[in-house]
């Protein structure tokens, strides 16, 4: 439910409020705005306290999320894409019979003949780089399995938002599709790191050891990861 509050200094703060089974107060800064998680038996007096109390931290964050926001896609003709690390620009062409696609360095040639359907644009460069991640992200993973020394894991893809990769018992590597868009070492370290959970199915020091064993500067690629995420999302 949205809500209003009216800060002392006259500022207006909007927030989506949801209460649910909780003890405490959680607030979450997105990029449509401040998300606030709340019990049921807090008052809605008590909670606006809590968020005057918070008002400068919450601006800052919104600032911040602002300042890096960047514009959404527009699936047409001339538009700039990442296709791992480098600008990929899109050509698309008007053709009632052909519904190619292209790919030559730095350009992504479609055919179509509803060219100005955004949505139906959106549909075939995703269908496309979804098959480009599976044989990139198949062929990374069997190097650095045998860097590993273990047998190379099922592969698939995924359309998660929040998770980049993820392993599973079953020995089954899960990888975004929007990880082809990322430069060669953000994909090498996150392979890795999937890879070493095969060995350590947590976040400890051996963990870490296992990773740095197969992929010695994952903490680079770590960092360039953070900072590009929110670019990669745009897909």
Known sequence: MSHTLTLPSGDQLHYQLERRQR????????ASGL??????RISQSQLEGLIALKADWIRKKLAAITANQIPALQWQDGEQLQFLGNPLTLAIRHDVRSRAVNYEPGILQLAMPNHLDQAAVARKVVQWYGKQAIADFARRLALFATRLGVPTPSLFLSNART????CNSRQEIRLSWRLLQAPPHIINYVICHELAHLKEM???????AVVASIYPDY????KDLKTLSHQLHRM
């Open 35 to 40: 998300v606030i998680h709340a019990p049921k």
């Open 202 to 208: 947590n976040h400890s020091a051996k963990f870490w």
């Open 163 to 166: 998770r980049w990769g993820s």
């Open 219 to 222: 903490k680079t690629a770590e």
């Open 23 to 30: 003890r405490t107060v959680g607030l979450k800064i997105t």
